[in-house]
């Protein structure tokens, strides 16, 4: 059986648009240096057809990874499902520190969208399923490689 992959509306978008552009601009980018390049002669001595064989190589790889991913993928639409205040994949989390009154904000999303930088945690991290299944005015305890955290969820939006 094949494993799904969740991701979010904005994932599959961006892998698609990688796609396109790995597809229609990178790769005759790679053969026309390919081509270039063997018309330099002597293939064996010739770094720059190696160089580009293994440029061509490695996208072709990436090809197939994207490709993998996109026909494996859950696509979740959060916005099209009703907010009951519980955190689900793709919902937008707003968490205070009970001790600071600081906030956080996270948005749980797909392995391949998580950016810690923007507050996109994986599904698959400790935050997140610390998180999942809690409801708005929950308290969370978090426990992480860096000790344990502590944090009330202030609001669960679902945009």
Do not use: C, W
Not at 33 to 48: Q, V, Y
Not at 114 to 139: F, M, N, Q, T, W
Not at 140 to 145: A, D, G, H, R, S
């Amino acid at each position: 059986m094949v494993q799904r992959v969740p991701m979010t509306v904005n994932g599959e978008k961006s892998l698609r648009e990688e796609l396109d552009r790995l597809k229609n601009k990178d790769r005759p980018t790679v053969i026309a240096e390919i081509a270039e390049a063997r018309a330099h002669g002597d293939l064996k001595e010739n770094a720059e057809y190696h160089a580009a064989r293994d440029k061509q190589s490695f996208l072709e790889g990436r090809i197939a990874e994207v490709e993998g991913k996109l026909a494996n993928a859950q696509v979740i639409d959060v916005k099209k499902i009703e907010n009951r205040g519980r955190v689900i994949f793709g919902s937008t989390i707003i968490l205070i520190n009970p001790k600071t009154q600081e906030t956080v904000t996270y948005q749980i999303v797909g392995e391949d969208e998580a950016d810690l930088k923007i507050g996109k945690i994986s599904v698959g991290s400790p935050i997140a399923r610390a998180l999942v299944g809690k409801e708005d005015g929950d308290a969370v305890v978090i426990q992480t490689q860096n000790g344990v955290l502590n944090y009330d969820i202030s609001e669960v939006k679902y945009i």
